[in-house]
């Protein structure tokens, strides 16, 4: 908490039209300014529990967790400030294991983390006050392994990221304050891919992205601080959506900003002010079903709506559209876009795999006469339309 305030700043007015791949859509919003049901004083991070599409928000100013559906109307609520098991006093992350429904808080007031379940009742605690293995100082965000419970948390002050088990064992650390690889400056947020099971930690001091394995291990990093569309400047909540697409909310430059997993910018939407679709000093972000992403709006005290949709997959074969061959194996390849992968069916044969994505490759077994041959492509848009060839593989009989 003590070097928040300077990072949770007014934002800066900067735009720039969105990429032409995918598009965002704003959709609306929930919440105001108090203490009643539904609102807010200072929502922090959001969560989203996928098999009932319910919201849970972290309402930092009134020390509770609030629920609400997925459309934003409000369900429930718990916490309160103090140090007695079911209290979240100062509450900032949030995750949710969607095998198990439970749901983990982290509390800036008692530098530890809660366990509840979907209707706030209080199950655990684990940590305290500290710099030593499982203590903290200033937790924020928090990353789960739905599959064997493991949670990643980001100790804000002391300048690493914690791993523990699903009740709350540590199990290990890594990073130092600085700025070079695998070190942090005040690391805010972290999320889990769910294709790799990479982790992405958020830095609001180096305004920049780590990407590191489930271990720790240093892989790859972008960002710094900086007002245009590839930079960011204290960037703030981050999540993974089912594709290994990383979300950023740009807190001071007023963007929310889609990277594939080596950084390279896809998408951004939003710009500074008040009125529907912009932000002002958004924090926590949120990947749901279908397309739809959370954002929490700080400065203007509410969480927004937006639906994303991708562009359909194209696929192309390269080559003529029929052919005629005497190979047993013949060699295919071509081009496909907006797609995570490329399967080939050779006549009444299962679609199997083929190699690469944007650049393909397949060797189709033939049989001997004519071979009709399927390609399609999938990715995060659907299905692409069926591309299709004619192979005749020639008789090697006398």
Known sequence: MKLLPALLAAGMLFSTPLLPAQTATYLDSFGSFGSADGQFRLAFFIAVHRPTGNVYVTDFGNDRVQRFSAAGVFQLKWGGAGAADGATDGPSGIAINPITGRVYVSELGNDRVSTFDLD??????????????????????????????????????????????????????????????????????????????????????????????????????????????????????????????????????????????????????????????????????????????????????????????????????????????AKARYPLKGTATGATEVRVRVGRKAYKAAQGVANWKFKAALEEGTNAVKIRSTGPGGTSAVTQVKIVRKSTRN
């Open 120 to 325: 706030g009742t209080f199950l655990l605690k684990f940590g305290t006050t500290g710099s030593g293995n499982g203590q903290f100082n200033d937790p924020e965000g928090i990353a789960i392994n739905p599959t064997n419970g493991e949670l990643y948390v980001a100790d804000f002050t002391n300048n690493n990221v914690q791993r523990f088990d699903a009740l709350g064992g540590f199990l290990g650390r890594w990073g130092v304050a600085g700025a070079g690889d695998g070190q942090f400056s005040v690391p805010v947020s972290v999320a889990r891919s769910p294709v790799t099971g990479d982790i992405f930690v958020s830095e609001g001091g180096n305004s920049r992205i780590q990407r590191f394995d489930s271990n720790g291990t240093f892989e790859t990093k972008w960002g710094s601080a900086a007002p245009g569309p590839q930079q960011m400047q204290n960037p703030f909540g981050a999540a993974v959506d089912d594709f290994g697409n990383v979300y950023v909310a740009d807190s001071i430059n007023n963007f929310v900003k889609r990277f594939d997993p080596d950084g390279n910018l896809q998408l951004l939407f939003g710009r500074s002010g008040a009125d529907p679709s912009e932000f002002s000093n958004p924090l926590g972000i949120a990947v749901g079903a279908n397309g739809i992403v959370y954002v929490v709006d700080r400065g203007n005290t509410r969480v927004q709506r937006w639906l994303v949709t991708e562009p359909r997959p194209t696929v192309t074969v390269a080559g003529k559209a029929r052919i005629t061959t």
